[in-house]
């Protein structure tokens, strides 16, 4: 094993053949702003008790959208209050809260996604940082002010169907040249989606087998998610099953969850390129505390859509263990926006791939979108148009990360340190380590970063290899 101190001369020393830095050093922390974080999460609950029953008969076969939907209607109709189910199995497909409306899913009750399609209308929304058509959620929450899910029951969205669809549309598209547009093309299905509402809490429920991500909080502000917990590998490994996506939404409590899915465990987002810069909404004044990450591919992870800008984070007392990344920033040369002023504190991860990984040119295959020969612009739908409209002037779509604060973080077993990817036009700049310890197989790379300061930090360089076990299906895709 072999131990480094920092500050020291360390990477000029022992690495400089390999980075392309620049560091300074500190001998004192630095002092934050975080008087925002009290005023982040809902500040409003359902205040009716009235009960409405959903009048349905417990099995696993008949859809009853229908009768659901019904009763969270008249619920609505007459002031709010609270929809139960009996203790059982129910299968449904996309239902719409409306305003004071508390859903409640109660131990004993288990909510089964119906594997149709056509049970999920398609609606107006964003996936991914592109406005565009896309099925509705299993739950969805959209133009709404007040409401609730809540509850020690499960919803288990069964979204194998949605996997088994996109792996075999991802053979067809890779052949052709089109692996930047199979993921909007799949279409498949969300969890929950909370849209264009505020006020909104989620609490204690359990999700499992997502079709796409598990829950997505867009265009919205004062959302609580407390205690939720999400299980996307129990029927296998589905692609794109993040945990909680935070989708150009301000003033987010997230807390006392815990996620083991197959990508993003923690996700801040804000947009994709043209289209993204175009709407050009941030994610901002967001908590994410007394969390916890299992399998994924990044227990807290800014991007890749970061058009809007994602700035006034704090992630602290988190945990993570056989998660891909630890702190995660990722985007491209096409997106834009400024990521800034984000705190990543007093947490604990052990067996991880990458301790810390920032890229501002990941994974191009994906990221950069050309039509091939033999397809007519004119014909293709309008979200292709979208992701192939070209960000002018060029600079505008060169992502900034800027700003970052790193304290009291202790991290074991991981693959490697530092994967740091900056652009010789955009430098990773002003990441600042504090009273942070890194055991790790490898010191990593940084590549065009700018005034890194460690106050305190210890490395340790161990070799033996990260459980081949660590981290979801991103992780295993790269590697293939």
Wanted: aromatic fraction near 10%.
């Amino acid at each position: 094993m072999r131990k480094v101190k920092l500050p020291i001369l360390f990477i000029s020393v022992l690495l400089s053949s390999y980075f392309n830095y620049s560091i300074a050093q500190t001998n004192q922390p630095a002092h934050f702003d975080l008087s925002w974080v009290p005023k982040t999460g809902a500040k409003q609950f359902p205040s009716s008790l009235k009960l409405y029953k959903v009048d349905a008969v417990s099995d696993s076969i008949h859809v009853i959208t229908k009768k659901i939907q019904a009763t969270i209607d008249e619920c609505a109709k007459n002031g709010g209050g609270i929809v139960k189910f009996a203790p059982g199995m129910y299968v449904t497909g996309s239902i719409f809260l409306k305003q004071g409306v508390h859903l409640k899913i109660d131990k004993g009750v288990l909510i089964l996604g119906s594997q149709s399609f056509h049970d999920y209308p398609e609606i107006d929304t964003r996936i991914a940082g592109i406005e565009m058509k896309w099925p509705a959620a299993l739950i969805n929450i959209i133009d709404v002010k007040n409401a609730a899910v809540t509850g020690d029951g499960i919803v288990n969205a069964r979204g194998k169907f949605c996997w088994d669809k996109y792996w075999a549309m991802r053979k067809d598209y890779d052949a052709k040249g089109l692996r930047w547009i199979v993921d909007y093309d799949a279409k498949r299905v969300r969890t929950l989606l909370v849209q264009n509402s505020s006020q909104i809490t989620l609490k204690g429920v359990t999700f499992k087998n997502a079709g796409f991500w598990t829950v997505q909080l867009l265009y919205s502000h004062n959302i609580t998610v407390d205690g939720i917990i999400i299980r996307n590998n129990e029927d296998g490994s589905g692609p794109s099953t993040d945990g909680v996506d935070v989708d150009s939404s301000t003033w987010v409590m997230i807390e006392n969850c815990d996620i083991d899915c197959n990508d993003d465990n923690f996700c801040l987002k804000a947009g994709r390129d043209w289209d993204g810069l175009r709407v050009n909404r941030p994610t901002e004044y967001v908590v994410i505390k007394k969390c916890i990450a299992r399998r994924g591919a990044g227990l807290v992870t800014l991007g890749s859509e970061t058009s809007g800008g994602i700035r006034h984070i704090l992630a602290t007392n988190l945990s993570a263990k056989h998660t891909d990344n630890g702190l995660r920033i990722k985007s491209a040369f096409t997106r834009g926006g400024v990521l800034e002023d984000i705190h990543f504190t007093n947490s604990v991860l052990d067996s991880i791939t990458n301790a810390y990984q920032f890229n501002l040119n990941w994974y191009p295959a994906y990221s950069y979108s050309e039509l091939p020969k033999g397809y007519s612009y004119d014909s293709v739908p309008a979200y292709w148009k979208s992701i192939l409209h070209k960000v002018t002037p060029e600079e505008k779509g060169i992502p900034h990360a800027k700003n970052i604060y790193i304290e009291n973080v202790k991290i074991t077993n991981a693959g490697s340190a530092f994967v740091g990817t900056g652009y010789e036009k955009s430098l990773l700049e002003n990441f600042v380590f504090t009273n942070c310890v890194i055991t790790a197989a490898s010191i990593g790379n940084m590549e065009f970063t700018k005034g890194w300061k460690f106050n305190n930090v210890t490395i340790d360089i161990d070799k033996k290899p990260v459980l081949p076990e660590a981290g979801g299906i991103e992780q295993k895709e790269r590697l293939k």
